[in-house]
């Protein structure tokens, strides 16, 4: 069978290997945007994960003339009004690390209790091929806590901070195939596998 190409709109190794385990097994050739030097990047001017998604899928499809998924996801939390949303990865300050936009985040919650921590994950993933035209959209939200600091080594982002509803670790505590299980993004990439699996003509059955 012929392995058909299909490019992460990413630059981030621990959002690619997250995506590569999720839909590795299927008939793809996996690339992210590393492998276009001369690409050009595309602005997150959207003003929900789905706009933002859009946007990339469409923008770097068309640039690469390759099919593309696109996510942006974003942590949402209750006490700030759901900031840091669309701007989490931006939270800090443009190049800020992981490191940084969990400081910040940290910081702004100081004095919240326990109980007004809420929070919640959320992923869209956009599917556009390689004319640049949006042929799937799938969206998940994975809902749990603020800790008091990061606690874990794993994963990336907001990770070591977050505690999914049901659990006592964070994500950055977890193991990948655990967090793969329950994960905003892997909820939107369960709806996004089947439909790549069209693309395909693969199905569960082995």
């Known amino acids: 069978m012929n392995r058909r190409s299909i490019v992460v709109a990413t630059h981030n190794k621990g959002k690619l290997r997250e995506l590569c385990e999720l839909f590795g097994d299927l008939p793809f050739v996996i690339s992210d945007l590393s492998a276009f030097p001369s690409i050009q990047p595309i602005p997150e001017t959207g003003k929900t994960f789905i706009e933002n998604a859009s946007i990339k899928a469409i923008g770097y499809a068309k640039q690469t003339q390759i099919l593309t998924v696109a996510d942006d996801s974003g942590l949402e939390v209750d006490a700030l009004d759901g900031a840091p949303g669309v701007l989490s990865a931006r939270y800090a300050h443009e190049g800020a690390s992981d490191s940084d936009r ?16 809420t929070a919640r994950f959320v992923s869209a993933i956009v599917i556009a091929n390689e004319m640049g035209r949006v042929i799937n959209i799938s969206t998940g939200t994975c809902r749990g806590r603020i800790a008091r600091k990061p606690i874990g080594e794993t994963g990336f982002g907001y990770d070591p901070v977050f505690i999914p509803e049901g659990f006592a670790h964070t994500f950055g505590e977890m193991q990948p195939e655990v967090k793969n299980r329950i994960s905003h993004r892997s909820q939107a990439f369960a709806a996004t596998r089947e ?7 693969t199905s569960e059955a082995r």
Request: avoid cysteine; hydrophobic fraction near 45%; proline fraction near 4%.
């Open 195 to 201: 439909f790549l699996r069209t693309l395909t003509g």
């Open 102 to 117: 969990t400081s910040k985040l940290l910081t702004a919650l100081s004095g919240v209790p326990v109980v007004e921590r």
